[in-house]
């Protein structure tokens, strides 16, 4: 009884979240069958080399007992699927969040009898709606193509099973990322900036992190590359962990439960905090850059160390060959530091009209 309470008191926040973007969900099935679905039907269908290719992917896949490589390509149309979800994510909570904060209607939202947290919810509902149906409409297409296919013989159900699976813990992790950082920014612009800039900002600071420590003596991932012969380093394992491109351009057997387990955790946390911060959110639009103090903190502080270490590193280069590394790195540090210490306040206080 209590949870048909909760869904009928959802039912018209879902009914107002699918009005918003509908034309938006109505494409993003479609786009989606475009990356994966039919270039399937054109490898195996339509293709006029996929009778004879069949033999010569049979042997391969016999002599080399690489199925998966030789009749499902690895999984790379899975992969095309997924980075294109991820976009449709990212837009969908441009829409949800930093548009509607712009037009005004965040307002008009918060007016009605439904707690912030039920009107968050509903968002993140649809949007794990929309994803989630349509992977699994795209991922049955898929699977009946391949049955259907001259290589019906190597079909394996488990094989769409793990990439339906995995692919929607990829793309709800980014989804309630983006929704998040949503619900901490106070315009379009900023949304958009942060979200791009946070989604690759762990790989990048491990980059800077370990040259900034090189160029003291300190080495935290190995030497030469990863054609080295030489064992990984913590930083190797940090920057592998670390790589959210990489779950998301993962292939098939790239996938383990490690991955999955990493995945579930960051859509969970996310999209606590992002409840969290939704329910205490301004009701006016005030365009700034973030919309709480902590928030501005955070940055201000993260930029500072960023841009610090980048201007160490250029001076790393200018000041090598006289003065030695460390001695560069510290006075691009401290002149990086002050500079960028300048620009955060500055932008801090800037208001953006979108």
């Avoid at 992969?79 to 904060?101: C, H, Y």
């Avoid at 190995?222 to 380093?233: E, F, H, I, N, W």
Wanted: net charge positive; glycine share 10%; proline share 2%.
């Amino acid at each position: 009884m209590r949870t048909k309470s909760l869904w009928y008191g959802m039912r018209p926040l879902l009914g107002r979240e699918y009005a918003q973007a509908r034309l938006f969900i109505f494409a993003v099935p479609i786009v989606h069958f475009l990356t994966l679905g039919l270039p399937r039907m054109n490898e195996w269908l339509w293709s006029e080399q996929s009778a004879g290719m069949i033999g010569r992917f049979q042997r391969n896949a016999s002599a080399h007992g690489d199925l998966y490589r030789y009749v499902y390509d690895n999984g790379n149309h899975e992969v095309a699927g997924r980075l294109w979800l991820l976009l449709a994510a990212f837009v969908l909570a441009l829409v949800q969040i930093g548009v509607e904060r712009r037009n005004g209607s965040q307002e008009l939202l918060f007016s009605l009898p439904y707690s912030r947290g039920r009107i968050f919810a509903a968002k993140w509902l649809l949007g794990a709606s929309l994803f989630g149906g349509s992977l699994l409409l795209n991922t049955l297409i898929d699977a009946v193509v391949m049955a259907a296919s001259p290589a019906s013989h190597y079909f394996r159900a488990d094989y769409f099973a793990v990439q339906f699976g995995y692919s929607l813990l990829v793309v709800l992790a980014g989804y309630s990322c983006a929704l998040f950082i949503g619900t901490v920014t106070g315009s379009v612009a900023s949304q958009t900036i942060l979200t791009w800039v946070l989604a690759a900002l762990p790989i990048v600071f491990v980059e800077l992190l370990d040259a900034s420590l090189q160029a003291h003596g300190i080495y935290m991932s190995r030497q030469g590359g990863y054609d080295s012969y030489s064992p990984m380093l913590w930083g190797d394992r940090i920057r592998i962990w670390l790589n959210f491109f990489g779950y998301a351009s993962a292939q098939y057997l790239a996938i383990t439960w490690v991955k999955a387990i990493f995945l579930i955790g960051l859509t969970i946390v996310s999209a606590g905090l992002g409840l969290l911060a939704y329910s205490r959110n301004p009701t006016e639009n005030n365009g700034k850059l973030m919309v709480f103090k902590r928030g501005e903190t955070v940055l201000r502080y993260g930029f500072v160390i960023c841009a610090s270490m980048v201007a160490g590193m250029l001076g790393t280069e200018l000041f090598r060959l006289s003065a030695g590394d460390q001695f560069g790195y510290d006075i691009g540090f401290v002149l990086g530091c002050a500079l960028s210490a300048l620009g955060i306040r500055n932008l801090l206080r800037m208001r953006f009209k979108y």
